[in-house]
């Protein structure tokens, strides 16, 4: 089945810096790679996600690369503010199902 | 238009009991998922719905859980016998199609006593 990892699993940047979150799978047909924002107490959010067609998707200060061969995808985010502080979990497709990674606490200091 | 709903957005209940959670999907969404998310966890998927198709409930964790779609529209995840560890938050998200874009409610936090 579909393995889902995600890197680090823990995060503290200072505002204005950027921020980096890797996920790798192991499923090779994995064709659709989300990325959720959860706040403390708050469902999950979609923020930004790409399809396997593509190698890179922007929004403003948010980016996600995608890398087939390496079955590796990274979410990066710049210019990085308090309220990006949150749980960042990554998703790969497993035939009609998501595999979710762990998730990754990303603390933003002012 | 309205996002997906959950309800009820707490519930505690005593070990052994059964409980029902109830989710809205999000209006002309075909698809339907149900998640658990344990304190500090990531999301452990439980079942999915995809129209008319017979569900996957590959990720049920045990026979005491178990979800109906009616109508192609609402859902019903019932747990029997509840223990300890089924307290959880549960979540439910809706898509147009597939595992594309999924939407997620705002959970039901279950505590069982």
């Known amino acids: 089945g579909e393995n889902v990892e995600q890197h680090p699993s823990t995060l503290s940047v200072q505002e204005g810096d950027s921020a980096v979150i890797k996920c790798t799978y192991s499923?090779?047909?994995?064709?659709?790679f989300p990325w959720y924002k959860q706040e403390l107490g708050k469902r999950p959010q979609l923020i930004i996600d790409i399809r396997s067609n593509v190698g890179e998707k922007k929004d403003q200060r948010i980016a996600v690369t995608l890398n087939k061969t390496a079955k590796h995808f990274s979410l990066h985010i710049t210019e990085t503010q308090p309220e990006d502080s949150a749980v960042y979990f990554c998703?790969?497709?497993?035939?009609?199902?998501?595999?979710f990674g762990p998730g990754t606490r990303l603390s933003v200091l002012p | 238009g309205a996002g997906v709903s959950q309800s009820p957005s707490n519930k505690v209940t005593e070990k052994g009991k059964d409980v029902e959670l109830r989710c809205d999907p999000i209006?002309?969404?075909?698809?339907l998922y149900w998640y658990r998310q344990s304190l500090g966890q990531g999301l452990e998927f439980l079942i999915y719905?995809?129209?008319?198709?017979?569900?996957?409930k590959s990720g049920l964790p045990s026979d005491r859980f178990s979800a109906e779609r009616t109508g192609g529209s609402v859902s019903t995840l019932t747990i029997q016998r509840t223990q300890q560890e089924d307290s959880a938050v549960y979540l439910c998200?809706?898509?147009?199609?597939?595992?594309?874009?999924?939407?997620f409610g705002p959970g039901t936090r279950l505590t069982v006593t």
């Open positions: 719905f995809q129209g008319n198709s017979a569900p996957d």
């Open positions: 499923d090779s047909a994995s064709n659709y």
């Open positions: 998200a809706s898509s147009s199609q597939g595992p594309y874009e999924q939407y």
């Open positions: 998703a790969a497709t497993y035939g009609q199902n998501f595999v």
């Open positions: 209006s002309g969404h075909t698809a």
